[in-house]
């Protein structure tokens, strides 16, 4: 009989979910005591535009200042002291440049550390190949099949956690790393920590979850929760702290005395935010199977979430690139008194006239897409948009061009307004605005075989090949849907989803997802009849352009719906004023809903 003993539990904390993210985590977590390892995730869509963006002007830029100024300034000392490992995707576009700012930072502050990058997910120098081996000598865009611009700004191929790994068995303090997958700098650690093989799905897609659950910060201690005016202290809100087992189960926890809320609802809705198949969520080192992850209260703002399956990884890996299609200005102006609106919606129109003419005039031609929008008036409603009186409002105006000098243009133009149009024109701000270049986001796929990934450590360089675990992916087994509802004999009443469902909402590209949960397992069979993909398209006919597809999740009694074609592109891309899908849960949680009329709404 062995006594060999599994290793203990591995505590996270998350102290970052998005760059621009408070600098309250990384001390709030490292002088708790409470983590074994510190981790970051800044990285997105639109945050991978707006590092290459920043490299266009600066060779030295590209990747999240906040992490070595806002937050390894803070705890770096108290880091070391304590021995905790740190893992960051703050590398961004430029992992490189990172880490020499985290290294100039300890050595100003005599602390020494050990800094590791793990590199390899730029694909640049690839594509000639890549586009060559490709069907028809040509990438595909993942989102409507477009093909992939020629000429690309970034291209950055998602990775896996077992860099990571290797870089902390090799003897890193610090890893940083580019574009990997959001939930690797929590996998890693853990395969590190208990020793998992690459092959041990089940554990991965269990360290995976936990990723996803801590990788947007207070996301999982109560922010954006449906039920908002039950989380108390939003000002001291906890960051979340994953206690992990070496099953790959685990507890979600914060930090006592910090303000948030810790419940089944609030960790299930960050469980469905921006995830499509919750049968088939793939990534880099599993497809994590989490239709039956059970989520149960185990203590004061504490929960134990299992049940989460692994398979093979798919054999391909998805690439994040970033293209230059023109310039853009969004510029706003308050409008104030009698026929508030009507007078902002005419300043928005007439102002798109002007610019028109003056530019078709030089011949640079027309705008490339426009936006005027009211805010105020729920233009995201659209035909539910209410027709209250407003006295004050904001008029919204985005425009789009192939040609800088014509946004040039219309940033002198667009301050006009205040002396030429409407009475109350006005604002708090002052100056022109600038003129930023239109990056936007594309996607594809490549084999996995053309990834190197490799770690840096001091003088050490590490290749570690893609694990040897990928197999055709296979349509996850069939679930049965909940069971079938009939509604009791008797009066009904209609009553707001809200008070059936929590609801949460987010993007991945032009995709919106929305997950739902039903506030009572035995609700859910009535929210499956009513709330059918053809009643939500029907719901956001004025948004959404494409199929709606639903996911049943019966571990968390919840469903998840994925809209195509969205969000006009989604992220820089759109020019909506909701270009993340933030608000389509709260728009769809006022879906009136059939109810037996004795039923404790």
Known sequence: MSNTLSPPPLRIGGASGFWGDSSLGAPQLVNSGLIDVLVFDYLAETTMAILASAQRKNPDAGY????????????????????????????????????????????ELGVPVRIAVVEGDDVREALPALRAAAPGGQLSDLVGGHPVPDKLLSANAYLGAEPVARALAAGADVVITGRCVDSAVTLGPLIHHFGWTMDQFDQLAGGSLAGHIIECGCQ??????????????????????VDVASDGSFVVAKVPGTGGLISPATVGEQLLYEIGDPGAYLLPDVACDFR???????????????????????????????????WRVDGMTVIVGIDAVAKARRTGESLVERTREMILARGWGDFSATRVEVIGTETLYGPRATTAQLREVIVRVAVRHPKKEALELFTREKAA????????????????????????????????????????LGE???????????????????????APWAMPAGPTRTVPLIQLAWGRSGDKGDLSNIGLIARRPEWLPLLWAQVTPEVVKAWFAHLVKGRVERYHLPGLHAMNLVMHQALEGGGPASLRLDPLGKGM???????????????PV
Not at 222 to 229: E, I, Q, R, Y
């Open 417 to 456: 307004p205040g002396t030429s149009w409407s009475p109350g024109t006005t604002g708090p701000g002052g100056g022109r605005g600038g003129v930023s270049p239109q990056i936007v986001p594309c996607a594809f796929l490549i084999p996995r075989g053309a990834v190197q990934p490799v770690v840096r």
């Open 460 to 482: 050490q360089t590490l290749a570690v090949p893609m694990a040897d675990t990928a197999r055709p992916l296979a349509a996850p087994a069939a679930l049965p849907d909940p």
């Open 64 to 107: 999240a200042t906040d992490f070595v100024e806002a937050a390894m300034r803070q705890v770096l000392p108290e880091v070391v002291k304590r021995g905790i490992k740190v893992v960051s995707n703050a590398g961004g576009i430029n992992p490189q440049s990172c880490a020499r700012a985290l290294a100039k930072l300890a050595d």
């Open 220 to 241: 999982a201690t109560g922010g954006l929760f449906t039920d908002w005016d039950q989380v108390p202290d939003w000002a001291h809100i906890g960051y979340p702290i």
């Open 292 to 326: 039956q992850v059970q989520i149960e209260q185990v203590g004061e703002h504490r929960v134990r979430v299992s049940g989460a399956r692994g398979s093979a990884p798919p054999p391909s890996l998805k690439v994040s690139a970033t293209t230059l299609v023109g």
């Open 585 to 599: 849960a709260q728009m769809l949680l006022e879906l009136p809903v059939q109810v037996p009329a004795d039923w």
